[in-house]
């Protein structure tokens, strides 16, 4: 078993950044990818930014240049550093890898209003 939790969300003005992160722990001896992911009011959830083990990184066209996904394997938190946010941004993140099966966490609010 995994266990994912984020932090870090908010209201945040148009332009503006936040940070997310996602602490995983339990099984994370098999964790490699890990992945962010957000889920709009009415639509569906999409993928945002993939990190691998060896610190491989991609992107979404929609975030490329804006966001950036990191991780800290000592301490088992990946992190998505959010800059120029648009009130498109706004959504529910979330965390998600997978081990003998898919682990999502429980998902942290962006909110980008004026």
């Known amino acids: 078993q995994v266990q994912l939790v984020e932090s870090g969300g908010g209201l945040v003005q148009p332009g503006g950044s936040l940070r997310l992160s996602c602490a995983a722990s339990?099984?994370?001896?098999?964790?490699?990818?890990m992945e962010w992911y957000r889920q709009a009011p009415g639509k569906e959830r999409e993928w945002v930014a993939t990190?691998?083990?060896?610190?491989?990184?991609n992107y979404a066209d929609a975030v490329k240049g804006r966001f950036t996904i990191s991780r800290d394997n000592a301490k088992n938190t990946v992190s998505l550093q959010m800059n120029s946010l648009k009130p498109e941004d706004t959504a529910v993140y979330y965390c998600y890898t997978l081990g003998s099966k898919d682990y999502w966490g429980q998902g942290t609010q962006v909110t980008v209003s004026s």
């Open positions: 990190i691998t083990g060896a610190g491989g990184r």
């Open positions: 339990g099984s994370i001896s098999s964790i490699n990818l």
